[in-house]
């Protein structure tokens, strides 16, 4: 079946720019996670859903940083106001309530 | 809290050698350990993870890695490497079901002739 899916694949916006970032995770799958990898901080968890809701938002950098999920399905990770340090790629995984997250091929985020 | 450190941040082996990607970890809880497989430009691919039971697990392309709670290690093992498994490789650990991966810093295996 359909893997997770992420789009855009690369993004590059100029500094002070908002942006969207969105996630389809495999039908069916109730957990959803937003990850970021970086030269400098590794992979880094960001946020974690459970249907629509956000138990977990322990990973968001700033107040900058918002997600929502609708549906139970589709993610939106949205950065607002970007800066330098915010360049990466962004990583969404979901799983069916089992200790296996499965991965989507990521945003490549640049900032100029 | 939990941690996960990968001490080597690059592997060199040549092709058809043995190769072992150490993975140690920290946690004032019980964990649930995970290896993971990043090809260039792509994801990151499950090779195998340890929930409980046998403390040798088996993952996909023939990597294994054993668990040992008294040196809190997790290291991945592969007795004969090939060159298409020249990727960076990532072990994590989690507290449970629908619980966020901590992850090391990653190690590059890098496989020549």
């Known amino acids: 079946g359909a893997g997770v899916s992420q789009s855009p694949s690369n993004k590059v916006t100029e500094k002070g720019k908002d942006v969207e970032l969105r996630c389809d995770p495999i039908?069916?799958?109730?957990?959803l996670y937003w990850y970021r990898q970086s030269l400098g901080q590794g992979l880094e968890f960001l946020i974690y859903?459970?249907?629509?809701?956000?138990?977990?938002k322990s990973g968001l950098p700033s107040d900058r940083f918002s997600a929502e999920r609708t549906g139970g399905s589709v993610s939106t990770l949205t950065i607002q106001r970007t800066q330098q340090e915010d360049s990466a790629v962004y990583l969404c995984a979901s799983s069916r309530d089992t200790y296996e997250q499965y991965f989507g091929p990521g945003t490549r985020l640049t900032v100029t | 809290a939990q941690s996960v450190t990968q001490l080597d941040s690059q592997v060199p082996v040549f092709e058809e050698a043995p190769v072992e990607l150490r993975c140690n970890y920290s946690?004032?809880?019980?964990?649930?350990l995970f290896w993971y497989v990043q090809y260039p430009n792509q994801g990151l691919q499950l090779l195998l993870k340890?929930?409980?039971?046998?403390?040798l697990v088996k993952g996909i392309n023939g990597f294994e890695a054993e668990f040992n709670k008294s040196q809190t290690s997790f290291h991945l093992r592969k007795p004969s490497v090939h060159i298409s498994d020249t990727a960076e490789y990532f072990c994590?650990?989690?507290?449970?079901?629908?619980?966020?991966?901590?992850f090391g810093t990653g190690t590059r295996l890098q496989v020549t002739l």
């Open positions: 946690s004032s809880v019980s964990v649930y």
């Open positions: 994590a650990v989690s507290t449970g079901t629908a619980s966020k991966l901590t």
């Open positions: 859903f459970q249907g629509n809701s956000a138990p977990d």
């Open positions: 340890y929930l409980s039971g046998s403390t």
């Open positions: 039908s069916g799958h109730t957990a």
